[in-house]
């Protein structure tokens, strides 16, 4: 059977965000700036952490309504389930899982499809998993980079949006090396989203065709 075409259409005025973190929240702040610039035409309308982390500071910070959503003794149903009201009220044109930990149930992606992208800290399909960086550089690569793709059921795994590569210094050490990973997550994200927003991805099973030219 023939792949069908999913055209992501261009969202009129600003487009809503709903951001889910875990950590420090630098591609947060990433996407904040972007807003903040004028380059992403969003609003981003909560941020949800299912843990005290920085990343809900910035979010306060910035006077984004935050929230955090402990795991604790809930079911991922119950926990979702929580996390689902705060989405409902803001119903965002797109998720954002910026440094999120957890992984989301199959029935909260069915519900969002194609409405949520991950940033992943190395070259899919290589490195899956919570410690991209670290696997990569254990593993000796000389390129390694980002990924921005679409979550789907499984982990780390839907259509591909955008890889970023990043070559391996022969100085580097792997906080050096994680340190120029994130910089070069912070441009790969925003741009992503931005396509995102324009309406210019086409998604054909696999593979995220990339159509039209930016806007400003
Ligand atoms: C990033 O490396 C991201 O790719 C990974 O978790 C990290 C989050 O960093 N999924 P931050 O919280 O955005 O600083």
Known sequence: MRDKEVVIPRIRGKARLVVLVSGSGT??????????????????????????CYAVERALKRGIPAYIVE????????????????????????????????LLSKSFVKKFRYKIINIHPALLPAFPGTHGYEDAWEYGVKVSGCTVHFVDEEMDHGPII????LLVRED???????????????????????????????IKGRRVAITGKAGR
């Open 71 to 102: 795991r604790g003794a809930l079911s991922r149903e119950s926990h979702e389930r929580e996390i689902l009201k705060i989405i409902r009220l803001a119903d965002p044109h797109l998720i954002v899982l910026a440094g999120y930990m957890l």
């Open 162 to 165: 955008i890889q970023k590569p």
């Open 27 to 52: 591609n947060l702040q990433a996407i904040i700036n972007a807003v903040d610039k004028g380059s992403l035409r969003a609003e981003i309308k909560a941020v949800v952490a299912d843990r005290k």
């Open 172 to 202: 580097d050490t792997l906080e050096s090396f994680k340190k120029r990973g994130l910089r070069n997550e912070h441009i790969a994200f925003p741009k992503a989203i931005k396509m995102f927003i324009e309406g210019r991805l086409v």
